[in-house]
């Protein structure tokens, strides 16, 4: 079975400073890939997908994610981060087209001023 | 814009009280998944529907919990008993074959 590992925990960053998170899966075959974003007291928001062509994926609020196939990676990332990106970061992988989501533990992210 | 809709948000009860908490899926959505979160397990996937046909429900545990769908606007979980290693926020979530996956606000459930 497909599993996600994102290695951070939690990533405490000041303002303007540049982030990424690692993805890292462990599936062998053809994969799409997620990122959402759950802010306190939030349900979870899609922040970007991928299932296939271009690798580097642009999101919402800023954010991209790249897909290296040789590396089973698909980190996140955002030039500068501002105060209101303090949120909880999930990546998610799929396999085929009747299996749900298997999600990361998540990367818990707090922007300080 | 379309949204999940979970009811209740909030639940307190006592142990052993049966819990019956409802989703709303996004209109035209053939799948619905249940997740629980806890700080220590993270998202974990409970039940998931596809077509108002259970799929997957190995996530979660059979002999206090139970999933359906009773019509294509309704998903129900039910715990029954309830115990307190159950406290945790449920969402629910649906889909269009299946993903993107659009998640509801939650039910934050307290078992005392």
């Known amino acids: 079975a497909q599993s996600v590992s994102q290695h951070n925990h939690h990533v405490i960053l000041s303002e303007a400073a540049s982030l990424e998170l690692g993805c890292n899966y462990s599936y062998g075959g053809t994969v799409n890939l997620f990122w959402y974003v759950q802010y306190p007291g939030q349900h979870l928001q899609l922040l970007l997908k991928?299932?296939?062509?271009?690798?580097l994926v642009k999101g919402i609020k800023g954010f991209e994610a790249e897909f290296i196939k040789s590396k089973f990676s698909f980190n996140l990332r955002k030039p500068s981060v501002q105060w209101s990106d303090t949120a909880e970061y999930f990546c998610?992988?799929?396999?085929?087209?009747?299996?749900?989501?298997?999600f990361g533990k998540g990367t818990r992210l707090s922007v300080i001023a | 814009d379309a949204r999940v809709t979970q009811t209740p948000r909030h639940k307190v009860t006592e142990m052993g009280q049966e819990v019956t908490m409802r989703c709303q899926p996004i209109?035209?959505?053939?799948?619905v998944f249940w997740y629980r979160q806890t700080m220590m397990q993270g998202l974990e996937l409970l039940a998931y529907?596809?077509?108002?046909?259970?799929?997957?429900d190995s996530g979660m545990p059979k002999d206090r919990f139970s999933a359906e769908m009773p019509d294509a606007t309704l998903a129900t979980l039910k715990i029954q008993p309830s115990e307190p290693r159950d406290s945790a926020v449920y969402f629910c979530a649906s889909g269009l074959d299946p993903w993107p996956q659009h998640f509801g606000d939650g039910t934050r459930l307290s078992i005392l």
């Open positions: 991928y299932f296939s062509g271009d690798p």
């Open positions: 529907f596809r077509n108002r046909a259970p799929l997957d």
């Open positions: 209109l035209g959505h053939n799948t």
């Open positions: 998610a992988v799929a396999t085929s087209g009747n299996t749900p989501l298997v």
